[in-house]
T-cell receptor, first 116, second 117 residues
Framework: AQTVTQSQPEMSVQEAETVTLSCTYDTSENNYYLFWYKQPPSRQMILVIRQEAYKQQNATENRFSVNFQKAAKSFSLKISDSQLGDTAMYFCAFMKTQGGSEKLVFGKGTKLTVNP | EPEVTQTPSHQVTQMGQEVILRCVPISNHLYFYWYRQILGQKVEFLVSFYNNEISEKSEIFDDQFSVERPDGSNFTLKIRSTKLEDSAMYFC???????????????FGEGSRLTVL
């Protein structure tokens, strides 16, 4: 079974600074997807960034980038130039590529607060 | 922008009562899901639904739970006889079918908070 671990329950950062959220996972699969989802207060979870395990290049979406270390089973999220609107819960998630449905396995989340 | 909507946003019920949580997925999506999050714990997969049948379910999804898509738009989760430990936030999600090996992004609703007394 897959597991996802987020070791930082809470983090804070000053506006305009950079913050890195950690995520490690455990799987015996070779091909899979990794995701970071953001959940602002009282809002739905939205996808921030996605990484396919077979791709060596780290995914980037504007101010969000990942450091994917497949051998170490590590998938951290870096947020550059943090903005107040980045304040949210961030969930790291894993999905197998095999099988019909798209079942996500989530970590417990990291609550990020961006301070003005 | 299309989104997944869930009702009710919060429901309080007595132990042993039946509860139905409703979801309207994005209209052209084909895969539907329920997840739940007990306070302070991980978001957990409950069930996925495709082509009018359950495609996968977790061990949490026992005989007390059922899902259906009665009218082609709503996707419901029914808990037949609620227990205290069913208190959680329940999230509905939907996605398009996979295309050429690319996974479909899951779009989540805002959640329905269930409190069982």
């Amino acid at each position: 079974a897959q597991t996802v671990t987020q070791s930082q329950p809470e983090m804070s950062v000053q506006e305009a600074e950079t913050v890195t959220l950690s995520c490690t996972y455990d799987t015996s699969e070779n091909n899979y997807y990794l995701f970071w989802y953001k959940q602002p207060p009282s809002r739905q979870m939205i996808l921030v960034i996605r990484q396919e395990a077979y791709k060596q290049q780290n995914a980037t979406e504007n101010r969000f980038s990942v450091n994917f270390q497949k051998a170490a089973k590590s998938f951290s999220l870096k947020i550059s130039d943090s903005q107040l609107g980045d304040t949210a819960m961030y969930f790291c998630a894993f999905m197998k590529t095999q099988g019909g449905s798209e079942k996500l396995v989530f970590g417990k989340g990291t609550k990020l607060t961006v301070n003005p | 922008e299309p989104e997944v909507t869930q009702t009710p946003s919060h429901q309080v019920t007595q132990m042993g009562q039946e509860v139905i949580l409703r979801c309207v997925p994005i209209s052209n999506h084909l895969y539907f899901y329920w997840y739940r999050q007990i306070l302070g714990q991980k978001v957990e997969f409950l069930v996925s639904f495709y082509n009018n049948e359950i495609s996968e379910k977790s061990e949490i999804f026992d005989d007390q739970f059922s899902v259906e898509r009665p009218d082609g738009s709503n996707f419901t989760l029914k808990i037949r006889s609620t227990k205290l430990e069913d208190s959680a936030m329940y999230f509905c999600a939907s996605s398009m079918a996979r295309d050429r090996g690319q996974t479909g992004e899951l779009f989540f609703g805002e959640g329905s908070r269930l409190t069982v007394l």
